[in-house]
């Protein structure tokens, strides 16, 4: 596909003057106004609650608390994703309320709802009402959870495991375990982070009561999946639910969610026959927002004596906080398992994951959503291995790599690889590395008094999987544009800008005449949202088979305007013509010919499944560290991905972009880190949580390798995630690489400067593991 | 926010007697601190007096062998000024690199030092020069203007209106940001000043302090390997989720090395 139809996003000039419509954009100036009091600690039984003051306090309009949920009929928030086992237990769902009931779990819960005239009533409201609280002992950290007599956060959790998963083929690993030759283990610690999308959670709720419908205006990711589970926890069918959004500043997968300040404002609405706003707040997004990662990973590689890998096991513990998240258990097993043995020939694997309760808040898919570690615990075990058998990195992974010729590749755990060029990614990337060249360069950093390392890491991931049809809708208006109807909503990725290429390069129309629609009051579009890395391979795919659709109907309208039998007619840039013959008519001059009708004859839709894509890629990152101050900094980073087709190079390099530069903030310094005696947040605020920055990854070179997927229309593999996979086993290889020669043996991220000097400091003092956080035993 | 009342002050003068009349109002410079602390509602002042329309507060002058800064002028301004440029680069460099661009066009000097954040750049280079804070009441030396953390020597109802620099042979800051916040982890401004050589550190510790030993290192040899070996001990300095005090007490030597480095260039 040609690439020179791209000048620019179609959302730029409305996003960059500042001309967005955010969900608090909308103009509601008849809306009442929420404040939550939220609890102030991480684990207690609540006494009893007091809002008397507050009900008497000016302005105020209504007090609302878990006991109106419970009248009003309120259901547990959902958990939406499970997958299925076969033998293994069954998860246990333990009731979220949207407002917390007998007991806070977490420290920032939502206890009471004030709503009043104005945000600041509210909020002064809120102050005035009292809770008693009978202090529970907190627990947060995931192994402390699951020690015998650990403080239980809920009654029907009992020893706060949520579910043990398993996935693979255990006999089989531990038979071929028994043959190996070397068995290599390494530890690691994928720490917590907190997505911060730009815009803070936040809503406008109406009910309108003639039509019994529920019109909830916040962010999201996917208006008709966001309804869905609205509607789950009102009680009511997902038809009576609207999600209406046009811009949503940031999402990252924690905007997928429904949330409980959603559900108490539609029914405060309900209560009270207006629009109630919530205005949140960027404190209120750090403590409640949906977290991500905290896994405590432990991995085993054996190998036979000439560097074969034979099998690899997994065991991890995953804190995942008082709650389990709407968005569902996916990112917490399955997606971590299903790519479990990466791009290595390695079909018998096996993994168990422990999904434990703490006293944090709830923990589920962020850009990732479980790939990032798997990927990061495999390429550091296989580059463990490489050191501690002295083989060359590279080597170790090429002698691994599946090969061209064993797709479709399956593995026991029941995932397929459909197809991939695993050693010509590899080998873009050593190319454009100068891999060679390195100790040179070390050596010159070093006498800079600098410590430069180097890694390589591969990755997979599955990305694009999806329950149900995704549906695309295509519309002729009658003001002559072409609207493009779709569940899935862009929350900076640039989707009006891509599905409207995709839609434009079959039928030959302007980009400018085609619009996208996806979170509109009334529309009823089927299939999931954005994530996952899902958009363009799957609504991108309806879309272009939607497109083809208009192409066929345009043949039989063409065929009848130039009397012709519809086979007999071509369809080629925008114009169809009779084979052979100069009569022609426009695809534009059809479309006018019936501009005004309803619906117009050219209107299509396509809705589909497709299959799991697996895009992978090999990044080399080199780093340099400051030893005087731990500072270390990126000085080139290559990214080789396949990711399919490229649809268009521009979005594809911003995605990119993007999710390496996420990947850099966790391994650099984003981390939440609750304090273990009091379980509150210690990162709360901007003040205390670095966020990347576009320095960081200054030395970024993005390189497609496309090996095209026949598993959809477009030949396209997610991309939205596919950096942060990457980035953070490559980053956390190259700080280790450059730590090594000064005696660090081990380095869990995050590469803060303080945490670097401390390596430093430890190895010196014959501590080389001293930066290891958690050892586990597989069992 | 709570609700206040809010007034701009049209002179010195005005402020001044609109703040005595009400113990719980506060002056409101560039708000890039107490607005953030109001908003969070960890501030409740009953009003603001607005310095903001005192055009009077807001210059930079040559006054001799001094540099004299008004207490409005903003780190954007003080960054840009020629004089300032000319007089103290080091201290040019300092406003230019404390915050981001917007909190530089709003914050001043005169708010910074009232704040005496323990992480704030200011307290360091007025330490460091060895500045006189001037207020609506006297004339307080830099040394015994800054106390623990958030706290001054300022007085009820005092207002900053000035601080006037020595202008030193040589000076450099070096700060090493914290992640986050980018506020000084640890700072050190380094000056050979007319009255001898000064060391002031802000970050590390509960508040800006002098290190003797590095001063007199460098007053035998102005050069980092002078200090490079001067250890500040850790006891009393800052630990947090950002820096250990053994972390920040290295990090004293490496910032006082390269400041003397770069002031030496
Ligand atoms: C995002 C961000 C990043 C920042 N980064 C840095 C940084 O890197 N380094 C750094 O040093 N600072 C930093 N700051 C703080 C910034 O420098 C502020 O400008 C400064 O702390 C306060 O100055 P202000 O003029 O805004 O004062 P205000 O916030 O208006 O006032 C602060 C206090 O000083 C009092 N006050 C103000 N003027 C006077 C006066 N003339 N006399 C007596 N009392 C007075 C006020 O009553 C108030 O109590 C940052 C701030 C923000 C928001």
Redesign the pocket.
């Known amino acids: 596909m040609s690439h020179d139809d791209f000048h620019g996003r179609l959302e730029d000039d409305r996003m960059v003057t500042g001309s967005g419509t955010y969900s608090l954009d909308w103009d509601f100036p008849q809306a009442a106004h929420a404040w939550f009091l939220r609890a102030d600690r991480a684990h207690a039984q609540i006494v009893s609650i007091d809002a008397s003051a507050a009900l008497a306090h000016p302005g105020v309009i209504a007090v609302l608390t878990g006991e109106d949920l419970q009248a009003a009929g309120f259901k547990s928030l959902p958990v939406l994703t499970i997958p299925t086992r076969p033998d293994a237990m069954k998860p246990l769902l333990p009731f979220r309320p949207c407002l917390a009931t007998g007991k806070v779990r977490m420290a920032g819960e939502a206890v009471v709802c004030v709503i009043a005239e104005t945000q600041q009533i509210a909020m002064d409201a809120t102050e005035l009402v009292s809770v008693e609280y009978k202090e529970l002992p907190p627990v947060v950290d995931a192994l402390d959870a699951l020690k015998p007599g650990a403080p239980q956060v809920h009654a029907d959790v009992p020893g706060n495991l949520y579910w043990d998963y398993d996935d693979g083929d255990q006999a089989g690993t531990d038979a071929l375990f028994a043959k190996a030759a070397t068995i290599v283990k390494h530890d690691l610690y994928n720490h917590r982070v907190i997505g911060n999308p730009m815009e803070p959670r936040c809503c406008i709720s109406e009910y309108d009561a003639a039509k019994e419908q529920y019109f909830l205006y916040s962010p999201t990711q996917g208006p008709r999946i966001q309804a869905a589970m609205v509607a789950k926890v009102l009680g009511v069918p997902t038809d009576k639910v609207d999600v209406v959004a046009k811009d949503t500043g940031g999402g990252f997968g924690i905007r997928s969610a429904v949330y409980p300040e959603y559900c108490v404002t539609l029914l405060a609405s309900k209560k009270l026959g207006r629009p109630v706003c919530w205005n949140g707040s960027r404190s209120e997004s750090f403590l409640t927002d949906n977290q991500a990662r905290d896994f405590i990973c432990h991995g085993e590689l054996a190998l036979d004596d000439k560097g074969k890998f034979l099998s690899m096991r997994f065991y991890m513990v995953a804190n995942n906080g008082a709650y389990l998240a709407p968005t569902g258990l996916l990112s917490q097993t399955r997606s971590v398992t299903s790519c479990i043995t990466g791009v290595y020939d390695v079909p018998v694997a096996h993994a168990r994951i422990k999904l434990v309760a703490t006293n944090t808040a709830q923990v589920a898919a962020y850009r990732g959503a479980g790939r990032p570690i798997m990927s990061t615990m495999l390429e550091c075990l296989v580059e463990r291995a490489a050191i501690d058998l002295d083989m060359d990195p590279v080597e170790i992974r090429r002698n691994n790599l599946i090969r061209k010729d064993q797709f479709p590749y399956a593995m026991t755990n029941g995932t397929t690889y459909d197809c991939g060029d695993f050693e010509a990614v590899l080998d873009d990337a050593l190319a454009a590395a100068d891999w060679k060249g390195f100790e040179q360069r070390r050596a010159e950093s070093a006498k800079r008094g600098k410590l430069r390392g180097r890694a390589l890491s591969t990755y997979i991931e599955s990305t694009a999987a999806g329950g149900i049809p995704d549906e695309a809708q295509l519309r002729f208006e009658a003001d002559g544009t072409l609207s493009l109807f779709a569940s899935s909503h862009s929350h900076g990725q640039g989707h009006e800008t891509s599905f409207a290429q995709v839609v434009s390069r079959v039928l030959g129309l302007p980009m400018k005449t085609i619009k996208l629609r996806t979170g509109e009051a009334g529309m009823r579009v089927g299939g999931g949202g954005t994530g996952g890395s899902r958009s363009m391979v799957s609504f991108g795919s309806s879309f272009f088979l939607g497109a083809q659709e208009v192409v066929k109907k345009g043949k039989e309208l063409a065929a009848k305007e130039l009397e012709a039998a519809p086979a007999d007619i071509t369809f080629d840039h925008g114009e169809f013509s009779i084979a052979g013959t100069d009569r022609r008519i426009s695809l534009q001059n059809l479309i006018q010919k019936h501009q005004g009708t309803h619906p117009h004859p050219l209107d299509s839709s396509s809705a589909n499944k497709y299959g799991m894509t697996y895009p992978n890629g090999a990044h080399i990152a080199e780093v340099e560290i400051d030893p005087e101050t731990g500072v270390t900094d990126i000085i080139s980073y290559i990214a080789v991905d396949d990711i399919g087709n490229v649809i268009t190079h521009a979005l594809v390099e911003g995605q990119m972009q993007g999710g390496l530069t996420q990947g850099a903030g966790q391994i650099f310094g984003e981390h939440a880190i609750y304090d273990r005696e009091s379980g509150q947040l210690l990162t709360g605020s901007?003040?205390d949580y670095p966020m990347p920055r576009a320095v960081l990854v200054e030395g970024l070179q993005i390189i497609d390798h496309p090996v095209p997927t026949a598993l959809n229309p477009l030949g396209a593999k997610g991309v939205g995630e596919a950096g942060c996979t990457g980035a953070l086993p490559t980053l956390s290889n190259a700080i280790l690489d450059a730590l090594r020669p000064v005696g660090v043996k081990h380095f869990d991220m995050p590469a803060t400067p303080q945490r670097v000097w401390q390596a430093i400091q430890e190895a010196k003092a014959g501590r080389p593991s001293a930066m290891l956080s958690y050892t586990l035993e597989y069992a | 926010m709570y609700a206040f009342k809010y007034a701009k002050a049209k002179s010195v003068a005005d402020a001044a007697t609109s703040i005595a009349a009400d113990p719980d109002a506060?002056?409101?410079?560039?708000?890039?601190?107490?607005?953030?602390?109001m908003k969070l509602r960890l501030?409740q002042?009953s009003a603001?007096?607005d310095?903001g329309n005192i055009a009077d507060?807001r210059y930079t002058r040559i006054e001799g062998d001094t540099l004299v800064v008004g207490?409005?002028s903003?780190?954007a301004f003080v960054a840009a000024c020629a004089d300032v440029r000319k007089a103290i680069p080091a201290l040019a460099a300092l406003a230019g690199?404390?915050?981001?661009r917007?909190?530089?066009n709003?914050?001043?000097?005169?708010?910074?030092?009232?704040?005496n954040?323990p992480?704030?750049?200011?307290?360091a280079g007025c330490v460091g020069l060895g500045a006189t804070i001037i207020?609506t009441k006297r004339k307080i030396a830099a040394d015994d203007f800054f106390g623990s953390m958030y706290e001054t020597a300022?007085e009820p109802g005092?207002?900053?209106?000035a601080v006037s620099f020595p202008i030193p042979k040589r000076a450099a800051y070096i700060?090493f940001?914290?992640q986050a916040?980018?506020?000084?982890l640890v700072g050190v401004f380094v000056a050979e000043t007319p009255a001898g050589v000064r060391v002031a550190v802000?970050g590390a510790g509960p508040g800006v302090f002098r290190v003797a030993e590095m001063e007199k290192a460098l007053s035998a040899k102005f050069a980092p390997e002078s200090v490079a070996n001067i250890k500040v001990p850790a006891d009393n300095l800052n630990a947090d989720l950002h820096a250990q005090a053994d972390y920040r007490a290295h990090l004293v030597t490496v910032m006082a090395k390269r400041a003397v480095a770069k002031a030496s260039e």
């Not at chain 2, 992480?119 to 307290?123: G, L, N, R, S």
């Not at chain 2, 005092?158 to 209106?161: G, M, R, S």
């Open positions: 901007f003040m | 506060k002056l409101l410079a560039g708000g890039q601190s107490l607005i953030a602390a501030s002042p603001l007096v310095l507060l207490a409005m903003t780190h690199d404390i915050g981001d917007q909190v530089r709003m914050g001043t000097i005169g708010g910074s030092i009232a704040t954040d992480a704030a750049d200011y307290p207020t300022l005092e207002i900053i209106t700060k940001k914290n916040s980018r506020f000084a802000t």
